[in-house]
């Protein structure tokens, strides 16, 4: 990953309300969860809500598709993996040992 994209990741993820958003993005799973529901579920005004997703959907970390007359919103969990990769792509200098106590996420 490039340094400019984990900065726009990094910066999406930087506000509460967002950060909120993608968390339970993540525990509600990669099927998607409905725009209205999203909004519901965390008391958010559909405004605010659209301006948030629009910013982590820009960010490369949701997708959305279209489904009727709503939105599903869905993590992308391969971007945060590559973000993981960014931030200890030279851990430890490369020394395995040393980073044993960190769970590194498989290579794609």
Do not use: W
């Amino acid at each position: 990953m490039k340094q400019t994209l984990a900065i726009d990741a990094f910066s999406a993820l930087a506000h509460d309300t967002r950060l909120d958003i993608f968390r339970l993005l993540v525990k509600r799973g990669p099927m998607g969860t409905p725009a209205m529901e999203i909004g519901r579920l965390l008391d958010i005004k559909p405004s605010t809500l659209s301006g948030h997703l629009a910013t982590l959907k820009r960010a490369g970390l949701v997708s959305s598709e279209r489904q009727h007359r709503e939105i599903q919103y869905a993590p992308r969990l391969e971007a945060v993996n590559g973000l993981v990769r960014f931030l200890l792509e030279d851990c430890c200098g490369g020394d395995e040992s040393a980073c044993a106590g960190i769970d590194l996420p498989a290579q794609a």
